[in-house]
């Protein structure tokens, strides 16, 4: 055993690989900071916009800087013309939405500003991602794609895109609480990803990419579509123990449940729930809401049952669905959704690894044979272990 064997942490948990001043993650207190704001205090209050340029620049902005910021967004939003053909094609071949992000994020550098050219790069990478979200989904349901409208925020017009009417202020308001939830969570492993890709000296498309790539996995960003196919197939409350007692002892997981750093109740799915209850108050039936609060019960009850001592806790993605939900937003939508938030934090970290970068490169532990021989072409069968 030498000394990389005795430093070998699985999936890296608890290993401090970055230094931030973006995000912090308490995850046994239940805390989330956002560059020093509790997420409580400021999710449910800010714009998007305003979230995104604080995480950019460290403070928020006034009303000029945000003015100015929401502009610099707009005018970056236009997609090249090779995304939408790959668009059109992903859309019309069924390739699933994260797919489609992920194909046509790389074709951003077609028609992207100069990194030379203060936020101009950066602002066009987030601003596109709702247009190629929304597209997606139009051309998938045989619709024609919307542009951006000119004036509305990055939330209103996503979802302008999305319904082609003007959303009402309230779904508005649901929306950014949502975005402003998830733009940012320490070194989870999309972060992780994009810091591994920048700090190489590569570029944020390549990160945008890779990040992409890694959110999209259920154990990550892919598990609110799940969720909430879960409560619609429990479909009663009282249906609820039977179904998730059937999924426990057949070893699955229960998605939208446990989390590598809470142990406690992710603050983000208190946050998400509340604004959950307000939107579906507001639309008079509160019937997906409460079947919900029970399935939630129910899990956890049978959680502690089945894995006793795990200390498995909601997450945020079973209220990112319900909320979601609840939005108008198509299931098929969820990750996409999320990854729109997302990538403004990933853009403000891998902006940060520039600022301080030293190249991400740990070691790993061989665990693989030895002093093997050679053993020419010709003399080699499948038992002489060539195969
Ligand atoms: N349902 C049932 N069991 C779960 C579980 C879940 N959602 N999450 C973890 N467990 C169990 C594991 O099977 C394991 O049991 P064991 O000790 O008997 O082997 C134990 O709890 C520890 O799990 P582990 O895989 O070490 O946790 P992790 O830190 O690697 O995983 C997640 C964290 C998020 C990947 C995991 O909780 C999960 O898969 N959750 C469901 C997917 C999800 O909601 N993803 C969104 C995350 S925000």
Same mark, same amino acid.
């Given at each position: ?12 948990? /608890? ?194 990419? /890779?990040?992409? &790539? ?7 960003? /892919? ?121 403004? &934090? ?42």
């Amino acid at each position: 055993m030498n000394d990389n064997q005795s430093h070998y942490i699985p999936g890296l948990e /608890g290993v401090v690989a970055a230094q931030t001043r973006l995000s912090h993650v308490d995850g046994e207190a239940g805390e989330l900071v956002i560059a020093g704001f509790p997420l409580e205090e400021i999710a449910p209050r800010a714009a998007f916009e305003e979230m995104v340029y604080l995480l950019w620049s460290g403070e928020l902005p006034t009303a000029r800087q945000l003015e100015e910021f929401r502009f610099l967004l707009a005018e970056n939003s236009r997609l090249p013309a090779a995304v939408l053909d790959v668009l059109r094609a992903a859309a019309s071949t069924g390739v699933d939405s994260m797919e489609a992000l992920r194909m046509t994020a790389g074709l951003l550098s077609l028609d992207l500003p100069s990194d030379s050219q203060g936020w101009a790069q950066d602002a066009a990478l987030l601003a596109r991602l709702p247009v190629m979200a929304a597209t997606w989904w139009r051309l998938r349901s045989g619709l024609q794609p919307l542009e951006p409208p000119p004036g509305m925020g990055l939330a209103s017009s996503y979802l302008y895109m999305l319904r082609g009417s003007e959303p009402h202020p309230a779904h508005v308001r649901a929306l950014e609480t949502y975005l402003n939830t998830v733009i940012d969570h320490g070194l989870n492993a999309s972060t992780f990803t994009a810091r591994v890709i920048i700090s190489t000296g590569s570029d944020l498309v390549s990160a945008l990419v /890779g990040a992409i &790539g890694a959110l999209k996995g259920p154990l990550h960003g /892919g598990a609110p579509g799940p969720a909430l196919q879960m409560v619609f197939e429990i479909g009663d409350p009282d249906q609820a123990e039977a179904y998730l007692r059937k999924k426990l002892e057949s070893g699955e997981r229960l998605m939208g449940f446990g989390h590598r750093v809470y142990k406690v109740r992710d603050p983000r799915a208190d946050v998400l729930a509340a604004a959950a209850e307000t939107l579906y108050r507001q639309a008079g039936d509160m019937r997906l809401y409460e079947l919900a609060r029970a399935v939630e019960r129910k899990a956890l009850e049978l959680l502690e049952e089945y894995k006793p001592g795990r200390r498995l806790q909601t997450n945020v993605e079973f209220y990112t669905a319900l909320l979601l939900h609840g939005l108008e937003i198509p299931l098929e939508l969820f990750t996409p959704t999320f990854t729109i938030s997302r990538a403004a &934090g990933w853009i403000a970290h891998c902006r940060e690894q520039q600022r301080e970068n030293r190249l991400i490169r740990p070691q790993s532990q061989y665990t693989g044979p030895r002093d093997r021989r050679w053993v020419p072409l010709e003399k080699r069968t499948e038992s002489s272990g060539a195969s």
